[in-house]
């Protein structure tokens, strides 16, 4: 079923048209490293809406006056690999629907936005998509690899460069986690300078618990509270640095961040 409600903007509150296009994951790929297996057993495997459903549902909240859409899935990126289509279909017959309207898309990995660049940069060009949410995880290809997740930074950084230059006014949101189990110093370094280098607009930084049960190797060594508050105060200062607005996240133990200026 489709919702329609508010979503929060760091305080401020627009009405939005939800679009759910697709739930579950592929087999290979996980939607989501940061509790392992778990989530991609929790969801269960790949179910696409077909594209006929999706582009008949965006019509009709076109016609109730919506203006704001969210495309959400598990993993928004795999959408259309169970039905002989793919997310870049989905998008560019959709955004070739006359009409104001903007377009944000939830939850979708590095993977994607790598592999579909080509596609990507050539719908972003058309105005249409004001945000999207890029799992990324890590800026370490160490602990993306650990995570079994895409882990070329460079391509990473690369496309989402290209999609900025594709439309200054697209808004890149991330999604980080600091203390993942074996990350050194260097690999939370290498998570920061990511950050600076492609110059994410809005983002969340969460910590790992340290007593969270994973499907993670036990023998990668947990990173202890002391040292994940001290790189969650480094992370603070770090972005207000980049003149990022900071917000620490108490009950996620993490942090919220924004870019002041566009």
């Given at each position: 079923m489709?919702?329609?409600?508010?979503r929060?903007?760091?305080?401020?509150?627009?009405?939005?048209?939800?679009?759910?296009?697709?739930?579950?994951?592929?087999?290979k790929?996980?939607?989501?490293?940061?509790?392992?297996?778990?989530?991609?057993?929790?969801v269960?495997?790949?179910?696409?809406?077909?594209?006929?459903?999706?582009?008949?549902?965006?019509?009709?909240?076109l016609?109730?006056?919506?203006?704001?859409?969210?495309?959400?899935?598990?993993?928004?990126?795999?959408?259309?690999?169970?039905?002989?289509?793919?997310?870049?279909?989905?998008?560019?017959?959709?955004?070739?629907?006359?009409?104001?309207?903007?377009i944000?898309i939830?939850?979708?990995?590095?993977?994607?936005?790598?592999?579909?660049?080509?596609?990507?940069?050539?719908?972003?060009?058309r105005?249409?998509?004001s945000?999207?949410?890029?799992?990324?995880?890590?800026?370490?290809?160490?602990?993306?690899?650990?995570m079994?997740?895409?882990a070329?930074?460079e391509?990473?950084?690369?496309?989402f460069?290209?999609?900025k230059?594709?439309?200054?006014?697209?808004?890149?949101?991330?999604?980080?986690?600091?203390?993942?189990?074996?990350?050194?110093?260097?690999?939370?370094?290498?998570?920061?300078?990511f950050?600076?280098?492609?110059?994410?607009?809005?983002?969340?930084?969460?910590?790992f618990?340290?007593?969270?049960?994973t499907?993670?190797?036990?023998?990668?060594?947990?990173?202890?509270?002391?040292?994940?508050?001290?790189?969650l105060d480094?992370?603070?200062?770090?972005?207000?640095?980049?003149?990022?607005?900071?917000?620490?996240?108490?009950?996620?133990?993490?942090?919220?961040?924004?870019?002041?200026?566009?």
């Amino acid at each position: 079923m489709d919702l329609t409600h508010f979503r929060s903007r760091f305080y401020t509150f627009e009405p939005f048209y939800i679009l759910r296009i697709a739930d579950g994951c592929m087999e290979k790929h996980p939607c989501s490293s940061y509790f392992g297996g778990k989530i991609k057993n929790a969801v269960g495997p790949l179910k696409s809406k077909p594209l006929e459903i999706c582009i008949e549902q965006f019509k009709k909240g076109l016609e109730k006056g919506y203006k704001n859409f969210v495309f959400n899935a598990d993993d928004t990126g795999a959408y259309g690999l169970d039905i002989g289509s793919s997310f870049p279909e989905l998008l560019d017959e959709i955004t070739k629907i006359p009409g104001e309207y903007n377009i944000e898309i939830e939850n979708i990995t590095q993977r994607w936005v790598v592999e579909y660049i080509d596609k990507l940069d050539e719908i972003v060009k058309r105005g249409k998509i004001s945000r999207l949410k890029i799992l990324i995880e890590s800026g370490s290809s160490r602990i993306l690899k650990i995570m079994d997740l895409y882990a070329n930074t460079e391509k990473m950084k690369d496309a989402f460069l290209r999609l900025k230059r594709a439309d200054p006014n697209l808004s890149l949101f991330t999604h980080i986690v600091i203390g993942y189990p074996s990350e050194t110093d260097k690999d939370f370094n290498s998570t920061m300078n990511f950050i600076k280098e492609v110059g994410f607009d809005v983002g969340y930084i969460y910590t790992f618990p340290f007593d969270a049960k994973t499907d993670i190797d036990e023998n990668l060594p947990r990173i202890t509270p002391e040292v994940l508050s001290k790189r969650l105060d480094y992370a603070k200062n770090f972005l207000k640095n980049l003149d990022y607005t900071v917000v620490v996240w108490c009950c996620f133990q993490g942090l919220l961040f924004k870019r002041t200026k566009k």
